[in-house]
């Protein structure tokens, strides 16, 4: 399969739709089981796909480095599960009754057996990567599982903290979300028969991309607070978790400010731009602004990692990173 032609996400999404389609059925294979909450699992799954980013990724790494592809589906598969697999948690964690236009499993069946899919589908990620033959990449998914369920202690940890900084909060969504997307551009370049290097490179890729993925979300589920979505909006801050914005408001504001903003903060309900006050604040102090200065520097970064990976075609990378800069900017315009 060549590189070419690939103008936009879509074009990409249509491409590798063959091997998404393989990745997907492997998943499915090895989530279905007699009980029927694995075959309504499944449906769901079949019906709210993502975009799928991570196994996307995969194909795109495999094919920028112009290797065999035949191994692509089943590494996509192990990243993709641990994706769904989180998903399931963290919807228990933080009561989430919809995302992607679908019931979460927690809202259909409750906590308990949400938690037993969830763990279902990490049974799945074992038996995927054990059947990939690299005891290397074992320990790289026991890892980065390890570094998932860190990331989530610590933000349980700052509920609410309204002492918590940008360091506080990139050190979590680096655990979070970029984790994984550093599994996944490592892995792939490793399993396309790259060096060591070009395989550090990529996942220096992938962390940055990873902090501007989760940025970008957590913007939405700030200026979104009040619109009907594909998932519950204006819950972070429900749930007491200090996104970025919250913490730059927290940071320019006065002391009669920061006092009403606590006051928000405390009510323990969905909160974001639909609120007057916060609203003003933000026009005052252009935090849409200074988040778009802390993305772009992380754009940067990561191009500066595609570009410094010798002999890969990094063209299906930049169109990803283009892409979700372009959401932030939907976001902030109200789109």
């Known amino acids: 399969m060549q590189t070419a032609g690939s103008k936009s996400l879509k074009d990409i999404q249509e491409r590798y739709a063959p091997l998404l389609n393989e990745t997907n059925t492997l998943i499915r294979q090895n989530i279905l089981t007699l009980a029927p909450q694995s075959k309504k699992l499944d449906s769901t799954l079949q019906l ?5 980013l991570r196994p996307l990724f995969t194909y795109s790494i495999f094919n920028g480095f112009n290797s065999n592809i035949d191994k692509a589906p089943q590494l996509a598969a192990v990243f993709e599960s641990i994706h769904v697999a989180s998903l399931l948690h963290d919807d228990v964690i933080d009561d989430c009754h919809l995302r992607r236009n679908m019931p979460t499993m927690n809202e259909i069946y409750g906590s308990g057996v949400a938690i037993l899919l969830g763990d279902l589908v990490f049974v799945a990620i074992y038996r995927l990567a054990a059947q990939l033959n690299e005891m290397w990449l074992i320990n790289k998914v026991s890892d980065t599982v390890h570094i998932l369920i860190e990331g989530e202690l610590l933000q349980q940890q700052r509920k609410f903290d309204e002492a918590s900084t940008e360091n506080d909060y990139k050190s979590i969504i ?4 970029g984790a994984l997307l550093e599994l996944c551009c490592y892995a792939s370049a490793k399993f396309a028969g790259q060096s060591e290097s070009s395989a550090l490179n990529l996942q220096e890729f992938g962390k940055h991309f990873g902090i501007i993925f989760q940025i ?8 979104r607070s009040e619109q009907k979505d594909h998932k519950d909006r204006g819950v972070d801050i429900a749930n007491g978790f200090l996104t970025l914005p919250w913490i730059i408001l927290l940071d320019k504001c006065d002391d009669n400010e920061k006092s009403q903003l606590i006051g928000i903060i405390e009510a323990k309900a969905p909160a974001g731009l639909s609120n007057e006050f916060v609203n003003n ?3 005052k102090y252009d935090v849409s602004g200074l988040m778009n200065e802390k993305l772009k520097e992380h754009y940067g970064s990561a191009k500066k990692f595609l570009e410094a990976t010798p002999d890969f075609n990094s063209e299906e990378m930049h169109i990803f990173l283009d892409f979700i800069m372009a959401e932030f900017s939907k976001i902030q315009d109200g789109k």
């Open 48 to 52: 709210s796909r993502g975009k799928q």
């Open 216 to 223: 970008v979300d957590d913007w939405a589920d700030f200026c």
């Open 281 to 283: 604040l933000c026009s």
């Open 174 to 177: 680096s655990r979070k979300t």
